[in-house]
């Protein structure tokens, strides 16, 4: 390591089988890891044989902290950032640190590795082309129900992490906003002794956590699949090239005003067409 980089290092969320060598490497290589909580990842530090000096760098003095470890660089040293569990950043702390880093002129490198987000994903059964990764809903009930009437129309896969002590709030709020059809898929304790993962409509899984207290405890990834995509007049093959032709010069609006013109098709249906075609949500 003999340019000086900033490292943000993912660890296991869970099973320590999971904790890469790279990543063992670079944690015993590099002069300092910046951990979320230092005793927290003492006993991994410890199960890997990791002796590297640690400093605790958190929410409430990441920006101080950035400041410090930029000298260090200066200085010609490496560092790790590391969380609690998993990929820094996702839901962490960390970024304030690795835009200082940046700006000051070194590299930041990705240690890949375990994401609770990316492997509920994998094992959800629900659209993932495009997703929105939302972090943790509101702690109150009307600040939560905002978030969720927002983004109830939108036809794509949106991801959510949970505390045991509001998950039961969280998918009564789910339940009340989306409606008890719309499709949830519930990762609990991934990785772990217990690890669960449960999907169906939303008043499905309500009834499913409310018969067995088990599952609600632990660390929680909530799926909540799109809205149904809308009716969109059926276009021939014809169309849609012509479409398709103008939508590479022009605006979609006027792509859509210009082929209202061309074709017996209404504007607003060729607008929600080129939508479609752009990989686009139609409105509801």
Known sequence: MNTPTLYVVATPIGNLQDMSPRAVETLQQVDLIAAEDTRHSAPLMQHFAITTPMMAVHDHNERQRSESIVGRLQQGQSVALISDAGTPLISDP????????REAGFRVVPIVGPSALIGALSVAGVATDRFTFMGFLPAKS???????????????????????????DSVADMLKVCGGERRLVIARELTKTFETVNAGPIDAMQAWLLADSNQQRGEFVLMLAG????????????????????????????AAALAAKLTPHKKKALYDRALQLQGKDVPR
């Open 94 to 101: 960390g970024y304030h640190l690795v835009n200082a880093v």
């Open 142 to 168: 009307s600040h939560r129900c905002q978030v969720l009437e927002s983004i109830t129309a939108f036809t794509h896969t949106h991801v959510f992490y949970e505390s045991p002590h509001r998950i039961l």
């Open 227 to 254: 809205a149904p995509e809308p009716a969109v007049e059926a276009m021939d093959a014809e169309t849609d090239k012509l479409l398709q032709a103008l939508l590479d010069e022009l605006p979609i609006k006027k």
